[in-house]
Nanobody, 124 residues
């Protein structure tokens, strides 16, 4: 019903910045919460940031607070993750997701649709 495609990942040096994009198709997602998760090898998928419908509220995991910003452009059906002051521990595959509910949740199991992921690698 909803297809999500992430882009913008790549290799950056510690302290650098990267902007990830998640383009939704098949359905308008402006009424629904969107979120970014990440998963490093050998680790569980963890919540990174979430944004409610109409950008009413945003939530961030502690490790990224003050460095990452989630935003959305509902006219384009796109969600962004601006990543600043990147650290090697940010290295992971990043996934966007939607739960078809207006408000953000942090457990990955709450989300129904997922993108294929985009790799972010931060070198020291």
């Amino acid at each position: 019903q909803v297809q999500l495609v992430e882009s913008g990942g790549g290799l950056v040096q510690a302290g650098g910045s990267l902007r990830l994009s998640c383009a939704a198709s098949g359905r308008i997602v402006s009424n629904y919460a969107m979120a970014w998760f990440r998963q490093a090898p050998g680790k569980e998928r963890e919540f990174v940031a979430g944004i409610s419908w109409s950008s009413i509220s945003t939530y961030y995991a502690d490790p990224v607070k003050g460095r990452f910003t989630i935003s959305r452009d509902d006219a384009k059906n796109i969600v962004y993750l601006q990543m600043n002051t990147l650290k090697p521990e940010d290295t992971a595959a990043y996934y966007c997701a939607t739960r078809l509910v207006r408000w953000v949740a942090t457990p990955a199991g709450e989300y129904t649709y997922w993108g294929q992921g985009t790799q972010v690698t931060v070198s020291s």
